[in-house]
């Protein structure tokens, strides 16, 4: 009966090896292989998405403000797609300095 457990006990995390490596091998589209106009209507269509951009750097696009978290801002995304151009396929949310945040104020006051 302690072989069964110990089998058992293996088997299970050969099992669980398994489906985190392939969860892992999930591929995210990568912009260098589409046009700017692909790129564009993906993040479009999608809201938010996370994009491949090179060989080991991603990253998450939106197309509007409405697909951010609370409390966080857009910045235009330019990305180098595959026909060679930087294009601007949305945005990606961050957050706002405290610098900007002052300047902000002191407009405001003015």
Request: charged fraction near 25%; aromatic fraction near 8%.
């Amino acid at each position: 009966m302690r072989k069964f457990k110990v089998g058992a006990l293996a088997m299970a995390a050969l099992v669980t090896g398994i489906s985190m490596a392939e969860a892992q091998q999930v591929r995210r589209p990568d912009v260098r292989s589409m046009t700017c106009d692909q790129a564009k209507m993906l993040v479009e269509q999608e809201g938010g998405i996370v994009l491949t951009t090179g060989p080991h750097t991603y990253d998450r696009y939106v197309a509007d403000q409405m697909y951010c978290p609370t409390g966080l801002d857009i910045k235009d995304a330019w990305v180098d797609t595959g026909d060679g151009q930087s294009c601007r396929i949305g945005y990606t949310c961050v957050a706002e300095s405290r610098f900007e945040r002052f300047d902000s104020m002191r407009i405001l006051r003015d």
